[in-house]
């Protein structure tokens, strides 16, 4: 796998993302939509898939009947991967490649006190990892989780996809947005913990040059590589 970087563009436009995807073809293993395919169609993806792979990040969760439909309708039409919730436990249906679906665990924006608020149980890694094992039966390609769950699921062999990534280049201090994840690691750490793909998203977007900025993350990518 060349490129490990999702670059996260859900809440831009197609008039805001479309300059992000000239600049940085070929430097990132592709982009996460969610906005631009609400604005444009989801044939958008036949045009971003020139610039690189696709995730569309719905986080899809239904009957299987309708994930069904969801799943294949995304797949026709180009979608790399696309994200499920792990909870939904969709079961492969028809023609569905389940290779390119990413069951989501726990949003990265959890921590401890709001996670117990929701369910009862001890540890986030020990739910991260029973939703990690039921993906591997039902034969997801992907998980997500954070960088902090990793180590708990690194034997169990299915792709691992990481945001709450933050660069060593990156500063909070001089950040210009409010942060809201709370489990976060570098791309050095979430590598050498297992992550295959890193989501990243705020830390490029809102650098002052974003070509440079993914430059140097790819440059900690590759130090660990």
């Not at 600049?23 to 971003?48: C, D, F, N, Q, S």
């Not at 401890?112 to 369910?119: G, H, N, Q, S, T």
């Not at 945001?163 to 210009?176: L, N, Q």
Request: hydrophobic share 40%; aromatic share 8%.
């Amino acid at each position: 796998m060349k490129n490990r970087i999702i670059l996260l563009l859900d809440d831009l436009t197609w008039d805001e993302a479309y300059p992000i995807l000239v600049a940085t073809k070929g430097m990132v293993w592709g982009y996460k939509l969610r906005k631009v395919i609400l604005e444009k169609g989801i044939k958008i993806i036949e045009e971003v898939k020139k610039y690189g792979n696709v995730m569309v990040d719905f986080k899809l969760y239904d009957i299987p009947s309708a994930m069904t439909e969801s799943l294949l309708y995304h797949q026709k039409n180009g979608a790399d991967i696309t994200t499920v919730h792990c909870s939904s436990q969709y079961a492969v249906e028809k023609n569905v490649d389940m290779s390119k679906i990413a069951g989501v665990t726990i949003l990265t924006s959890f921590g401890d006190e709001i996670f117990r608020y929701y369910k009862e149980c001890p540890q986030i890694k020990d739910l991260v990892r029973e939703m990690c094992e039921r993906s591997y039966i039902l034969d997801y390609g992907y998980v997500v989780c954070s960088p902090l769950e990793l180590d708990s699921i690194k034997d169990i062999n299915i792709k691992k996809i990481t945001p709450g990534i933050r660069p060593v280049w990156y500063s909070p201090s001089a950040a210009k947005w409010d942060d809201d994840q709370t489990r976060i690691s570098t791309p050095a750490g979430a590598i050498n913990a297992g992550a295959d793909l890193l989501v990243i998203g705020r830390p490029i977007l809102k650098a002052d040059n974003i070509v440079a900025a993914i430059m140097k993350t790819n440059d900690e990518i590759n130090e660990v590589l």
